[in-house]
């Protein structure tokens, strides 16, 4: 916080980064549901840095700093994800259209669709992606069955690949029409391909592939090729993912 004769009153910095009005700004505060580094604040008059301040509301952080960028997109498959690519290929970069320069959060196979998330924001962007901080991606695979009953207890109990154990968190049926049987997988490490090998060391190749889900961010009816900012609400989910 900053004294009276400098920053910004705390409720506009709310508003103006889309918490509400003014007015339930003002209600938040005096309920005491806002922190600003810390400490909680019932002062209407509290001012604030926006560029410097971390404010909670509800125990979820917002994002007051103006230039941060936070989007969601669908990767098509066939498509690097990357921002750029030095060999010609369709990449992540001939479906964004901002003008700020953007990080992509870790990767998708170029055979692998679904959903990529996108920030100027290195300190979350790094903390999404870094092992110790074991956060949830969710995919949508299609094997070809029958499948075993008790497959979800082997892939949850973990298998030995080449480059030591892997195993599920979660895994369901999602869907079955003849042989054709869509899974869902969820996993907390990114190594490379990690899926399909995953479950082609339990007898299922993947025959095709797409993450649903990265986090509290999921990635519902977009379609591909597209992307969207997310809210307010979604961003501090991620930052309350990562410890932020």
Known sequence: MVTDNEGVRLQKVLAEAGIGSRRHCEELIGEGRVTVDGKRVFRFGE????????????????????????????????????????????????????PERLFHVGRLDTDTEGLILLTNDGELAHRLTHPSYGVF????????????????????????LEDGPAKADR???????????????????????????????????????????FGPIKLGQLKPGTMRAL???EVGELYQAVGL
């Open 47 to 98: 001012r604030v840095d926006p560029q410097r301040a971390v404010i909670h509301v509800d125990g979820k952080r917002v994002e007051t700093r103006a230039e941060m960028r936070y989007y969601m997109i669908n990767k098509p498959r066939g498509v690097v994800s990357t921002m750029s690519d030095e060999r010609g290929r369709k990449s992540l970069e001939d479906y964004v259209d901002v």
């Open 231 to 233: 809210t307010v609400q």
């Open 171 to 213: 895994f369901r049926v999602f869907d079955q029409i003849g042989k054709r049987v869509l899974v869902e997988i969820t996993l907390h490490e990114g190594r490379k391909h990690i899926v399909r090998r995953l479950l082609k060391e339990v007898g299922f190749p993947v025959q095709q592939l797409a993450r649903i889900e």
């Open 137 to 160: 991606k969710t995919y949508l695979a299609e094997i070809h069955g029958p499948i075993p009953r008790d497959l979800g207890k082997r892939l949850r109990a973990g298998v030995t």
